[in-house]
């Protein structure tokens, strides 16, 4: 069970929207808006300029004030530029307290908070108390403040000291209500459930705030960025009741974010248990074929499970419960298997899931077969020949094969609403898959000069893209489980459009991974891809758009069968350089957007959206 209690602060709601309205053809942002790197990083996509140094503002621009504000000298200093104060008003009015003050005045706050800067700047003599170690002497007019943030029982304890040396002491209590109420509500929610989820930026004082607090209350507190640090939740289980609780400077789009990749993480992990777990006899009278049969499970095991909860998910669309989906998911698991086979006889790949390819293994007795005790096992004829590398090639090929049939037989055997319905709609996806790979394999063999016939070659990879991909990994799955569930052609075709331009984004980050993964994290070799010379938008873009000095560098070593690290490193410099890799992210944005729009209008319930949004996270974000 999972609740989510987010909502930003008016101050943090006003400067937003004041933020968001600039205009201009230069806009400066003095500092961070707000402490919250995800919707900084809004604006900088915006093109908006942030700086900490005034002189860099060119005169007649646009500058934002940040909702900390700023001391009285900057806005001196602006006085020929176009001001939008998103200065909170809370803040405000401190700092007309401050400067009205007829005598000294004590801040209590981080000396190094921008509010308690901006604060000191407007005192004509001030200082700032973060402990009593702060407090020397106190004069007879003072005037006390607190940053709003102020943990509210370090302000009582200091103010105390305070009244204690000097009753005539004036205590204006500065601190944030809203910032308050949020802590005391997420305490009371904080006893109640079995694992607290506090979202916000580690540089906001009321996010530390929020979960300190929440700590003191609820071991099992942790602090979450942004999707990012999901992996802090992977033995969080969702039996559990767990609260999503978001500081006063966090969007609820980002805490709504963190909640469904979390859920949809937890419906993998549940959906691969299953896959994992379906009972399927793999024995053989003939030794040599259980031993194929061996290496055909074997490379089977490990993966993500991904397609497979794609079905569970898209079954349970349509009727809110996957009965039956089992046998589906796992032929579809097998089918991939069987594809990859091939794929890395395509690609010349050594590792598949950090294990050694099928078509690299040589003609040697295996030990499985030795055990089964066969009587040839010792003769000459199976002993290692010059010929392994054609006899690895020709049984992978074989493996592969039987790995594509095994999966129809055990569709066809499948029960469910629609199983005949479901077969057709698999051989549709088989066929297409097999299409976008004919297409990537004739590519680079059939070249199309992205410098001369741009559009051309950009139009055949996006081909490549949904044949080979979109349709492989997301939209056929999901639709697949629709269709066996029974559902309806709406339903099943609305989840198919929804998952398609989310299928290409996932190729695209596949191809960013390709280029600037390492080894341990992708799976395969790093350089796969570029001895490959795999045909990608981000291979097209970067040659387009490349120096006739980096265009002969591509012209050497994309494709190069004997590249190296050193080779790759001064690829992806290149991509990087030409503006490819920044092509890509935009891409990616834009399209998972895309999909992330359609999620919404989909006629399900809102637990089936939530985890479709969360695929979508779960895909963008992903580092594998």
């Given at each position: 069970?999972?609740?989510?209690k987010?909502?930003?602060?008016?101050?943090?709601?006003?400067?937003?929207?004041?933020?968001?309205s600039?205009t201009g053809r230069?806009?400066?942002?003095v500092?961070?808006i707000?402490?919250n790197?995800?919707?900084?990083d809004?604006?900088?996509?915006?093109g908006?300029?942030?700086?900490e140094?005034l002189?860099?503002?060119?005169?007649d621009?646009?500058?934002i004030?940040r909702?900390?504000g700023l001391p009285k000298?900057a806005y001196?200093?602006?006085?020929?530029?176009?001001?939008l104060d998103?200065?909170?008003p809370?803040?405000k009015k401190?700092?007309n307290?401050?400067?009205?003050?007829?005598?000294?005045v004590?801040?209590v706050?981080?000396?190094?908070h921008?509010?308690?800067?901006?604060?000191?700047?407007?005192?004509?003599d001030?200082?700032?108390?973060?402990?009593?170690?702060?407090?020397?002497?106190?004069p007879?007019?003072v005037?006390?403040?607190?940053q709003?943030?102020?943990?509210?029982n370090?302000w009582?304890e200091?103010?105390s000291?305070?009244?204690?040396?000097?009753?005539?002491?004036?205590?204006?209590?500065?601190l944030c209500?809203?910032v308050q109420e949020?802590?005391?509500?997420?305490?009371?929610?904080a006893?109640?459930?079995?694992?607290?989820?506090?979202v916000g930026?580690?540089k906001?004082a009321?996010?530390?705030?929020?979960f300190?607090?929440c700590?003191?209350h609820?071991a099992?507190?942790?602090?979450?960025?942004?999707?990012?640090?999901i992996?802090l939740?992977?033995?969080?289980?969702?039996?559990?009741?767990?609260a999503f609780?978001g500081s006063?400077?966090a969007?609820?789009?980002?805490?709504e974010?963190?909640?469904?990749l979390?859920?949809?993480?937890?419906?993998?992990?549940a959906?691969?248990?299953?896959?994992?777990?379906?009972?399927?006899?793999r024995?053989h009278?003939?030794p040599?074929i259980?031993?194929?049969i061996?290496?055909?499970f074997e490379q089977n095991e490990g993966?993500?499970?991904?397609r497979g909860a794609?079905?569970?998910?898209g079954?349970?669309?349509?009727?809110?419960?996957p009965d039956?989906?089992?046998?589906?998911?796992?032929?579809?698991?097998?089918?991939?298997t069987?594809i990859l086979?091939?794929?890395?006889?395509?690609d010349?790949?050594?590792?598949?899931?950090g294990?050694t390819?099928?078509?690299?293994k040589?003609?040697a007795v295996?030990?499985?077969?030795?055990?089964?005790?066969?009587?040839?096992?010792n003769s000459?004829s199976?002993?290692?020949?010059?010929?392994?590398?054609?006899?690895?090639?020709?049984?992978?090929?074989?493996?592969?094969?039987y790995g594509l049939?095994?999966?129809?037989?055990?569709?066809?055997?499948?029960i469910g609403?629609?199983t005949?319905?479901?077969?057709?709609?698999?051989?549709?996806?088989?066929?297409?898959?097999?299409?976008?790979?004919?297409?990537?394999?004739t590519l680079?063999?059939?070249?199309?000069?992205?410098?001369?016939e741009y559009d051309r070659?950009?139009d055949?990879?996006?081909?490549?893209?949904?044949?080979?991909?979109?349709?492989?990994?997301?939209?056929?799955?999901?639709k697949?489980?629709?269709?066996?569930?029974?559902?309806?052609?709406?339903?099943?075709?609305?989840?198919?459009?929804?998952a398609?331009?989310?299928g290409?984004?996932f190729?695209?980050?596949?191809?960013?991974l390709?280029?600037?993964g390492e080894?341990?994290?992708?799976g395969?070799?790093?350089?796969?891809d570029?001895l490959?010379?795999k045909?990608?938008?981000i291979?097209?873009?970067?040659y387009?758009h490349a120096?006739?000095?980096?265009r002969?560098?591509l012209?050497e070593l994309?494709?190069?069968?004997t590249?190296?690290?050193?080779?790759?490193?001064?690829?992806?410099?290149?991509?990087?350089?030409?503006?490819?890799?920044?092509?890509?992210?935009?891409?990616i944005?834009?399209?998972s957007?895309?999909?992330?729009?359609a999620?919404?209008?989909?006629?399900?319930?809102?637990?089936?959206?939530s985890?479709?949004?969360?695929?979508?996270?779960?895909?963008?974000a992903r580092?594998f």
């Amino acid at each position: 069970m999972t609740q989510i209690k987010s909502g930003l602060c008016q101050g943090v709601s006003r400067a937003l929207t004041i933020a968001n309205s600039a205009t201009g053809r230069k806009v400066y942002m003095v500092g961070d808006i707000i402490n919250n790197r995800h919707v900084m990083d809004e604006f900088t996509q915006k093109g908006f300029t942030v700086t900490e140094d005034l002189s860099e503002i060119e005169p007649d621009a646009t500058v934002i004030v940040r909702a900390h504000g700023l001391p009285k000298a900057a806005y001196e200093h602006l006085q020929n530029a176009e001001i939008l104060d998103c200065t909170c008003p809370k803040v405000k009015k401190i700092h007309n307290i401050v400067e009205k003050a007829p005598g000294r005045v004590i801040i209590v706050g981080t000396k190094t908070h921008p509010e308690v800067i901006g604060t000191l700047g407007w005192c004509k003599d001030g200082i700032v108390v973060e402990s009593f170690a702060d407090i020397k002497d106190i004069p007879e007019n003072v005037v006390v403040v607190g940053q709003t943030t102020c943990k509210q029982n370090l302000w009582d304890e200091i103010t105390s000291e305070i009244m204690r040396h000097n009753p005539a002491a004036i205590i204006h209590n500065t601190l944030c209500s809203a910032v308050q109420e949020r802590i005391t509500e997420a305490v009371e929610i904080a006893k109640k459930v079995d694992v607290v989820v506090c979202v916000g930026d580690k540089k906001s004082a009321n996010s530390t705030a929020l979960f300190n607090t929440c700590k003191m209350h609820n071991a099992n507190t942790y602090f979450v960025s942004d999707i990012e640090d999901i992996d802090l939740l992977e033995n969080v289980t969702p039996d559990e009741a767990i609260a999503f609780i978001g500081s006063a400077s966090a969007p609820v789009s980002i805490v709504e974010k963190v909640h469904d990749l979390f859920c949809f993480q937890k419906f993998l992990q549940a959906a691969k248990t299953e896959i994992e777990n379906f009972p399927y006899e793999r024995n053989h009278h003939s030794p040599i074929i259980k031993e194929a049969i061996h290496d055909l499970f074997e490379q089977n095991e490990g993966g993500k499970r991904l397609r497979g909860a794609l079905i569970k998910l898209g079954a349970l669309a349509e009727t809110g419960t996957p009965d039956g989906y089992l046998p589906v998911a796992y032929a579809y698991e097998l089918f991939q298997t069987a594809i990859l086979i091939h794929d890395d006889i395509i690609d010349r790949s050594h590792q598949r899931r950090g294990k050694t390819t099928i078509h690299t293994k040589k003609a040697a007795v295996s030990p499985l077969l030795l055990a089964e005790g066969s009587g040839d096992c010792n003769s000459n004829s199976l002993q290692p020949k010059e010929s392994d590398t054609h006899f690895g090639l020709s049984r992978a090929i074989c493996i592969g094969d039987y790995g594509l049939f095994l999966a129809n037989k055990i569709m066809a055997g499948a029960i469910g609403g629609n199983t005949l319905e479901a077969l057709s709609y698999f051989a549709d996806i088989q066929l297409a898959t097999l299409e976008g790979e004919t297409l990537d394999v004739t590519l680079p063999y059939r070249p199309i000069n992205p410098k001369d016939e741009y559009d051309r070659y950009m139009d055949t990879v996006l081909e490549i893209y949904l044949t080979k991909t979109a349709v492989y990994s997301l939209a056929g799955p999901l639709k697949l489980g629709a269709i066996f569930a029974g559902a309806s052609n709406e339903l099943a075709e609305a989840l198919f459009k929804l998952a398609v331009p989310l299928g290409i984004a996932f190729q695209i980050k596949d191809d960013l991974l390709g280029m600037y993964g390492e080894d341990k994290t992708i799976g395969k070799p790093a350089v796969s891809d570029l001895l490959e010379k795999k045909q990608t938008l981000i291979y097209g873009y970067a040659y387009k758009h490349a120096t006739d000095g980096q265009r002969i560098l591509l012209d050497e070593l994309y494709g190069k069968t004997t590249a190296t690290a050193e080779d790759l490193v001064t690829v992806r410099e290149i991509f990087t350089a030409t503006g490819a890799k920044t092509f890509a992210e935009n891409n990616i944005r834009r399209l998972s957007g895309e999909s992330l729009q359609a999620i919404e209008t989909l006629n399900t319930t809102d637990t089936i959206k939530s985890l479709l949004k969360g695929l979508v996270y779960y895909q963008t974000a992903r580092r594998f």
